[in-house]
C-alpha cells in the first residue's frame, strides 16, 4: 500500500509560506533548498503541499538547511527563554559521500521508493537489498510499487531520531528496470532471498540503476555552540 500523507491544508499552507519566508530572508533558491536537504526539488514540493504528516523526516531535513529547528519550522515558535524549557538543539546537516551513503544503507533494509505520478510522487515501503552498486526489491507484478520500465524513480532509506534531532539520510535517484534474465533471477533467488511484502505468487525482481546517490547525516548542534 502507498504511503498516504496526513494532510492539514491550513498548516500546510502556513509551513509553505514559513518555507518561502526564510528563504527569501537566507537568498535561497528553491532548487539550492532541495539539494542541501538531499532531496529533489519536486519531492521538496510536494512535501510543502501536504505538510509533515507525510514525512517528518523530509522536514527535519528542510529545517536544518533553512538553519532552524523542527519545532521553529513546523510550529513557527522560537525557543523558549532560559528558566521555562530547555532551548531545542538545532539540527545541523552535513554531506556524505557515496561510499558513506552506501556503508549506511547496508546490504539490505527497508526503504521507501517514490515513483511519479500525476498528483505527485507515490510512496511505497519496500524491503531492499542491494546487488552490485544496484537497488533490487521484490513487489506483486501488477503491484502499485512495480514501476514501467525506464520509470524515473527514487529510493530512500534513512535513520533518524526526531527527538534527538540525529541520524543519517541517503536518496538514490535512478531508473528502474524489470530484471527478467534467467541467469541473474536464478542467483538473486539463491544469494538474495529477499521476500516481498506484497502478496500473490506472481512477483517481480525491480532493478534500481542510480544515476546519483547523496546523503545527509544530520546532528544537532547545543544552542550556546551556533554562531
Request: hydrophobic share 35%; glycine share 10%.
Amino acid at each position: 500500500m502507498p504511503t498516504h500523507p496526513r494532510t492539514d491544508p491550513s498548516a500546510a499552507e502556513t509551513i509553505a509560506r514559513r518555507i518561502a519566508e526564510r528563504e527569501a530572508g537566507l537568498g535561497l533558491d528553491r532548487d539550492v533548498l532541495a539539494r542541501e536537504a538531499g532531496m529533489s526539488r519536486r519531492y521538496l514540493e510536494y512535501l510543502t503541499s501536504v505538510g509533515p504528516g507525510f514525512d517528518p523526516n523530509g522536514f527535519l531535513r528542510i529545517a536544518a538547511a533553512l538553519g532552524l529547528s523542527y519545532r521553529e519550522l513546523v510550529d513557527g515558535r522560537a525557543d523558549l527563554p532560559p528558566g521555562q524549557a530547555p532551548p531545542a538543539p538545532r539540527p545541523v546537516l552535513l554531506r556524505l559521500t557515496e561510499e558513506q551513503c552506501w556503508e549506511k544503507i547496508g546490504a539490505r533494509g527497508v526503504g521507501r521508493i517514490a515513483l511519479p505520478g500525476e498528483a505527485g510522487p507515490a510512496v511505497f515501503p519496500v524491503n531492499y537489498t542491494v546487488d552490485r552498486g544496484t537497488v533490487v526489491y521484490r513487489t506483486h507484478e501488477n503491484g502499485a510499487a512495480a514501476p514501467a520500465p525506464g520509470s524515473a524513480v527514487s529510493f530512500e532509506v534513512d535513520r533518524i531520531d526526531d527527538r534527538r534531532s540525529n541520524g543519517w539520510s541517503v536518496l538514490i535517484t535512478g531508473t528502474a528496470e524489470r530484471i527478467d534474465d534467467r541467469e541473474t533471477l536464478q542467483r538473486l533467488m539463491r544469494d538474495l532471498a529477499v521476500q516481498p511484502w506484497a502478496g500473490g505468487a506472481r512477483t517481480l525482481w525491480i532493478r534500481i540503476r542510480p544515476e546519483s546517490v547523496g546523503g545527509r547525516r544530520i546532528t544537532s548542534t547545543p544552542p550556546g555552540d551556533q554562531d
